[in-house]
């Protein structure tokens, strides 16, 4: 099992910044990658940016050159820093896990921390 604890949202302006972190605990040798979703009002849940544990990166377009995506292997912590926030941004993010897909296929969810960002 692994657990996710989502830290670092609140409320913002446009144009300014915030950090997201996430701790994790438990079984993290098994995973494959660390993602960021964001879930806006009225819309499905989406990727924001992966990390795998190679320290591949991906990106949502949206975000592309704004968020960053990164991993502290000895605090056990995956952050997204966030910049030049907008007031599309305004969601709750989440952290997500997922296992390697043969040994370990499990998914795993924080319970999200709240963005919002005014314009």
């Not at 989502?6 to 300014?16: I, M, R, Y």
């Not at 926030?85 to 709750?92: I, M, R």
């Not at 969810?109 to 314009?119: E, K, P």
Request: glycine residues 12%; positive net charge.
């Amino acid at each position: 099992q692994v657990q996710l604890v989502e830290s670092g949202g609140g409320l913002v302006q446009a144009g300014e910044s915030l950090r997201l972190s996430c701790t994790t605990s438990g079984s993290t040798f098994s995973i494959d990658i660390w993602g960021w979703y964001r879930q806006r009002p009225g819309k499905q849940r989406e990727l924001v940016a992966g990390i795998s544990s190679g320290g591949r990166t991906n990106y949502a377009d949206s975000v592309k050159g704004r968020f960053t995506i990164s991993r502290d292997n000895a605090k056990n912590t995956v952050y997204l820093q966030m910049n030049n926030l907008k007031p599309e941004d305004t969601a709750v993010y989440y952290c997500n896990a997922v296992g390697d897909p043969i040994k370990y296929p499990q998914n795993y969810w924080g319970r999200g921390t709240q963005v919002t960002v005014s314009s």
